[in-house]
């Protein structure tokens, strides 16, 4: 028992932690900033790496050149490749947002927070595509029709936002297994992308990296 005076200890789960612990209420705070300054660090340095993608590819670069003297024409394509694409196409965004906010509500947390994520990821991708404008590869590589630029693909970063929403609310003792599912889809719809011919490498990296940010900045904004 507590002496006289002394601090009680509160018993809770910290987040995503497999154990409960003690800690004393006046640790709460500190766990709370904590938090955020891990959150604020990681959108900081998404950012950054995003930027310096964009930078390179908008001019050009190293990655850039590199990666064009490298890739070769990928050869047809065997039929499953355009299955696992679809897993980045508008309805499957949907499904994910719709799974995401269901899985808020029972847990009640903020049912909109999914689709606010999903929509900032939309339209940072499409400004990005716009200012970069960067051509696709060679035509004769296409095994499937594109819908403008090539920067970011919009496939991987919408197949990365509907998954990472889902991951997002699942409880925390799901986290790890679906954090491993997300991961194994987005790596399969970006290696699509490249396989049929429709983007560059690091096309598939900005996309991965603008939904990585949106929803860091998601949860720094909501506190989640």
Partial sequence: ???????????????CAPFTF??????????????R?????????LGLALAALTADVAAGGRIDGWERSRLRAPGRAPAGW???TAAGDAPSLFVGVAAASLLAAARRRPVLRPGLTVLG???????????????????DWWQAEPTG?????RHTTWASLAAGVVVDELPCAGRPVGGAAAAGLVAAVGM???RLGMHWPTDVGGGVLTALLCRAVSRLVSGA
């Fill in 192 to 194: 699509s992308r490249v």
């Fill in 82 to 84: 355009h299955t696992v």
């Fill in 22 to 35: 003690e800690v004393r209420a006046h640790d709460e705070g500190d766990d709370m900033a904590g938090s």
């Fill in 121 to 139: 990821g939309v339209l940072v991708r499409a400004a990005l595509c716009r200012a970069v404008a960067r051509p696709r590869p060679p035509r």
């Fill in 1 to 15: 028992m507590a002496g006289v005076g002394q601090p009680r200890s509160l018993v809770r789960e910290t987040p």
């Fill in 149 to 153: 630029p090539s920067f970011p693909s």
């Fill in 37 to 45: 300054r891990r959150d604020r660090s990681l959108a900081m340095g």
